[in-house]
């Protein structure tokens, strides 16, 4: 068991990497919270064109993370590729205040998202470096929260800011960009990678003989990622799902606060559980967590269901995403983990565009409450791939 007196010991460094996430989420949170709406009500878009824009995008960003985590590995280092990522995100953000149609925000998007798949492997990577191998749960877990910090407070700003500016997206889209700005100059200033990292230039990672090292046990954690995106879309239907329930505009972002809310308070607490309790299982409850989830946003007729909804939703990231990463660190070889996120990266991006589209289509032909139903049922399937093999577990 970890005592309370140990929780310091986890190096500054990965503190720091927690408040550049956190600084870029406040950016980018600031953004992504208005930009559904901004995209129907303003640019006059369908939701599923919504749905496969940010589909496109988020398989983007996973998609790249199989080069730059493999590059990391090459190269023994992960503090550059990760500048170089977060760079972009931060010159994508001006292009969405200048978007006059659909196509620069495509590009904005694009630019972003590509920014995060090179960053997302390498960064990952340098946690796993970093972290003692018996705190790489409370480590995940602690880099999650602070993220995810970012992302209610990006949401709180928009709010404010859309209340004082009357509503002008454009503003609020600017204003967007001196986060983005400070986090880039926290990560070139405030992390020194560790020495170890880039001792040694590796062959290449992505070769058969390379790969051959990766286990049953990681490829198995690889198809359970990769299930149990299908069952987590785009979090833009939550926003949807709010503006349809007759939210006011300047206060549908309240939705990605209150939600960011809870995935903040309760990452680190399950990534110190993750370290003490089998893994397959907790993944389980919160796979459980996820379809009460959907089926309270799908009866939601208001305010009450809605929020029951949005608060089992950050819960379930809470209790999911640090720990899926912790199982990715665990099963893969040191010399390996860039290229190891960076392929379980892309599995889920594919299941995440195949979930976002599918979304969108639902939405457009049925309603909502089809896409969130077929959400359930997504995670139903992931509970029975689970309990198929449930010998198969990160300890």
Request: charge should be positive; proline fraction near 4%.
């Amino acid at each position: 068991m970890i005592s309370r007196a140990s929780t310091p010991r986890l190096p500054a460094a990965i503190w720091i990497l927690g408040f550049v996430s956190l600084l870029m989420d406040v950016s980018s949170e600031m953004i992504h919270s208005l930009l559904p709406l901004f995209m129907v009500t303003t640019l006059g878009t369908s939701v599923l064109a919504v749905g496969v824009i940010e589909g496109v995008a988020e398989a983007t960003a996973l998609g790249v993370k199989v080069f730059s985590g493999a590059l990391s590995d090459y190269w023994g280092r992960r503090k550059g590729l990760a500048v170089l990522g977060y760079g972009l995100g931060a010159a994508s953000k001006p292009l969405f205040a200048l978007a006059s149609g659909a196509g620069l925000v495509v590009a904005a998007r694009f630019i972003d998202r590509v920014g995060k798949g090179i960053r997302g492997a390498p960064r990952d990577a340098l946690v796993a470096d970093l972290a003692p191998p018996d705190r790489r749960g409370a480590a995940f877990g602690l880099r999650q929260a602070l993220d995810t910090v970012g992302a209610f407070l990006g949401p709180l700003l928009a709010v404010g800011l859309m209340l004082l500016w009357a509503n002008d997206f454009r503003a609020v889209f600017w204003a967007a960009c001196v986060p983005a700005v400070l986090c880039v100059g926290l990560l070139v200033f405030g992390v020194r990678e560790p020495a170890a990292a880039g001792a040694v230039r590796r062959g290449n990672p992505i070769r058969r003989e390379a790969l051959a090292r990766l286990s049953t046990g990681y490829w198995w954690v690889v198809a359970v990622g990769a299930v149990f995106t299908l069952a987590r879309f785009s979090e833009a239907f939550l926003v949807l799902r709010a503006q349809q329930l007759g939210v006011a505009l300047a206060f549908v972002p309240l939705v990605m606060v209150a939600m960011n809310a809870v995935y903040a308070a309760s990452a680190y607490p399950f990534g110190k559980l993750a370290d003490r309790m089998a893994h397959g299982r907790l993944l389980a409850w919160g796979v459980v967590l996820l379809i009460a989830a959907d089926l309270l946003l799908a009866a939601a007729q208001g305010w009450p269901l809605l929020l029951a909804g949005i608060v089992l939703w950050g819960v379930h990231l809470g209790m999911t995403q640090g720990l899926l990463a912790a199982m990715v660190a665990d099963v893969a070889p040191a010399e390996l983990r860039g290229t190891a996120f960076g392929v379980f990266n892309l599995c889920s991006g594919v299941a995440m565009l195949v979930a976002s589209v599918l979304a969108g289509a639902l939405w457009d032909m049925l309603g909502a409450a089809a896409t969130f139903l077929a959400g359930a049922g997504f995670c139903v399937l992931s509970l029975l791939v689970l309990r198929a093999r449930p010998q198969v577990q990160a300890t």
